[in-house]
């Protein structure tokens, strides 16, 4: 990839001249006890949030989480009813949407109808007072790969177009944070995969902190690095990724993220680096560090796609497994998704690779089994089933305008 | 349609289909057809006599004849250059004072009115409920001498501003430049806002938020997206001031004095007391040609023709 205009290369800011600070705090986004209330609503509670320069950050969670609320608060389109947002060690909680520098890839795209592509670029830079602003602005167009429609009307080009044209006006200002609302919550599915990659790619180009609100948990593990999950108000967990999806610390994130499979358990003992978990009078094992709660009740969990599934026959004992009917086989392509029923009644989702293995039929007996670094425990006081069918609520009406 | 088409040969279907796309291309034309015959009827003719009337001579005992005689637009420009200039005038200043009241009105009502916003408009539609005479005879009553509006301009020595201005004249508000220009824009000033209101309520709010997101104060936000935004309106409303102001004759018959004459009052006075046909229908056309003259250049500068 050739070199671009407006990248900031990580070597080159760390030999900057005026780069005498440590060397990670100088504009790292920072949300002290940030609290928002309309009425007796707590929107936010009382969040406390670092997000380091450079990185590309996801707030992630349903409708209603907060996470909107949250960045409008760093945008400065809202209030906060307490708490500071600080960006380095300046504090802007106070200040006006027009004196941050903060640039919000809005989810409408809100291009101004009347002025070409090109002026939609160039606006922000031109507010400012800034030189040679048409050159930026094609700069910033050919970033998202459309110098070709500078003289457009936004009125005249189609969704994903406009949503790079809004990522583009937003990028030409070299904002300290670029905000991004849902920006691809208005796309339709094929277009969101192509520009997920491409955000990714505009982000590393340039290295500007984006901090990214979705409620598309597939979206959000595709793009950050660090992913924050949100309910009500406040912060369940914090992490990359992978951690959030195999460690995961609440039932809510268990669910958000993937789905999972929580059964009633308590724990009896340990076992060297395990933890020995007592399902029904099965007993389980579980990595130790997998562990969010290590006494006393708990919910014993693992993922749909960790389970191994033999038929009954052929099974081989090991520690962790548990035996069932299969009650529903369902082909997806790729996979195949079965429920299987545990002797009290519950029923658990399996995930097997379409690798050849004869499939099962409804009414079988099967043994599922899985490795005791696949599984994790989280404390019973949680509902099991907070955070499931969330994540594919509909967007809320007027972000399809 | 459809049975026939289910239960005969091919060839017959293939005629229904014609018949009835030849159907739909004629719609258009028959829905236009009313508005084309009135037009027509009570536009486009009596046009053509209005304008072989001003190349008529003759007087109303011996009849008219068409004589070409072109002299009639030289004398009468001559005559009455003075009012015509005059109606420009005072059409332009009472758009200009209708902008200046009916955009912050309107944009009160768009952005600011929350519920009261239904009400509002009302009100500014309220003053249609009476006639146009009776709404300009009450400003006849409002200035009158006397009355509190004089007592209160003398007090404050306004009117003597007003007076130096030439704005009036004698010591009171009645037949003065400003009672006219005051009538004439209270009365076309629905006519400004409505227009307004109607495309400043369009404006997409979160367009705002955008460009305060990028470096706008509240002040330019306003000058570079809801102005430029609202430009439909602001055309439609001074059009639909200017061009009416420029040919009315009630407010200055009313409000005015003979040296506040409009052209509109001579084009009556020369059709029904003077009856000199031939000048009438001259000024008439001379008045059409140049507000359409003033509205094309205006229109093209605004440069909203995409926009409108």
Not at chain 1, 10 to 26: E, L
Not at chain 1, 94 to 115: D, E, G, I, W
Not at chain 2, 48 to 64: D, I, K, N, R, W
Not at chain 2, 225 to 239: E, N, R
């Amino acid at each position: 990839m050739t070199e671009h205009p407006l990248m900031i290369q990580q070597k080159d800011r760390s030999d900057r001249p005026d780069d005498s600070g440590p060397a990670t705090a100088d504009s790292d986004l920072r949300l002290v006890g940030l609290t928002k209330s309309f009425g007796s609503f707590t929107a936010v509670d009382d969040l406390d949030l670092t997000i380091p320069q450079g990185s590309f950050f996801a707030l992630l969670g349903p409708s209603g989480c907060g996470k909107t609320t949250t960045l409008r608060m760093v945008a400065g389109l809202e209030r906060p009813t307490a708490g500071q947002v600080l960006i380095g060690q300046q504090d802007i909680t106070l200040t006006k949407p027009y004196q941050r520098p903060v640039n919000t890839v809005f989810q409408s795209y809100a291009l101004f109808p009347h002025l070409s592509v090109v002026e939609n670029v160039e606006f922000g830079l031109r507010r400012r007072g800034r030189k040679n602003t048409r050159t930026s602005a094609m700069e910033a167009l050919e970033l998202v790969q459309l110098p070709q429609l500078a003289n457009r009307r936004p009125g005249q080009l189609s969704g994903g177009q406009q949503q790079r044209i809004a990522l583009a006006r937003a990028i030409v200002n070299r904002p300290s944070v670029l905000l991004l609302d849902e920006p691809l919550g208005a796309l339709d599915l094929k277009l969101r995969r192509q520009m997920q990659i491409e955000l990714k790619r505009i982000q590393l180009e340039v290295g500007l902190t984006f901090v990214h609100v979705t409620h598309d948990q597939e979206e959000a593990m595709t793009m950050a690095d660090t992913i924050a999950v949100m309910n009500a108000g406040v912060i369940e967990q914090l992490g990359d990724p992978a951690e959030l999806y195999e460690r995961p610390r609440t039932t809510f994130v268990a669910n958000f993220l993937g789905q999972s499979n929580l059964l009633p358990g308590t724990v009896t003992g340990s076992d060297g680096d395990h933890v020995v978990v007592d399902v029904r009078g099965r007993s389980m094992r579980v990595l130790r560090s997998r562990c969010a709660s290590q006494d006393g009740a708990v919910w014993f969990g693992v993922r749909p796609e960790k389970l191994r599934i033999v038929s009954e026959a052929a099974a081989v004992a090991s520690g962790n497994e548990l035996s069932g009917t299969v009650t529903d086989a369902s082909f997806t392509g790729v996979s195949t998704q079965y429920l299987v029923r545990l002797p009290w009644d519950q029923e658990i989702t399996v995930v097997q690779q379409n690798d050849g293995t004869a499939p099962l039929r409804p009414g079988q007996e099967v043994t599922v089994q899985w490795a005791p670094e696949h599984g994790f425990a989280l404390d019973a006081d949680q509902d099991a089933h907070a955070g499931e069918d969330l994540e594919d609520e509909p967007v809320p009406a007027g972000a399809a305008s | 349609m459809s049975a026939m088409a289910h239960g005969v040969a091919p060839g017959s279907q293939t005629g229904a289909r014609t018949t009835a796309s030849q159907r739909s291309s004629k719609t258009p034309y028959l829905l236009l057809l009313p508005g084309m015959l009135w037009l027509g009827v009570f536009f486009a003719i009596p046009m053509v006599f209005l304008a072989s009337t001003s190349l008529q001579t003759g007087s109303l005992e011996q009849g008219y004849a068409l004589t070409w005689h072109v002299q009639t637009y030289v004398d009468a420009l001559q005559a009455y250059w003075p009012q015509f200039t005059r109606s420009i005038g005072y059409a332009a200043s009472a758009t200009v004072l209708g902008v200046l009241i009916g955009y912050p009105l309107a944009y009160a009502i768009a952005f600011k009115a929350g519920r009261f916003k239904n009400i509002l408009l009302v009100l500014v539609i309220a003053p249609f409920f009476t006639s146009f005479l009776i709404r300009t005879l009450a400003w006849q009553t409002i200035l009158t001498n006397n009355g509190p509006v004089v007592k209160f301009f003398q007090a404050t020595h306004l009117i003597d501003v007003m007076q130096s201005l030439g704005l009036t004249s004698n010591d009171q508000l009645m037949a003065s430049k400003f009672a006219v220009i005051c009538g004439l824009t209270y009365n076309f000033l629905p006519f400004m806002t409505l227009p307004l209101y109607a495309s400043l309520e369009r404006v997409d709010q979160r367009l705002l938020e955008a460009a305060g997101d990028l470096y706008s104060s509240p002040f330019t936000a306003f000058r570079k997206i809801t102005l430029p935004l609202s430009m439909p309106g602001l055309v439609a409303g001074t059009l639909l001031t200017f061009i009416p102001a420029c040919g009315d004759y009630i407010n200055s018959k009313l409000l005015g004095s003979t040296n506040t004459t409009m052209i509109g009052q001579v084009i009556d006075g020369q059709f029904l007391r003077v009856l000199d046909y031939p000048t009438a229908a001259a000024l008439s056309f001379v008045l059409m040609i140049t507000i359409v003259v003033l509205v094309a250049v205006y229109v093209r500068r605004a440069g909203t023709e995409e926009l409108v």
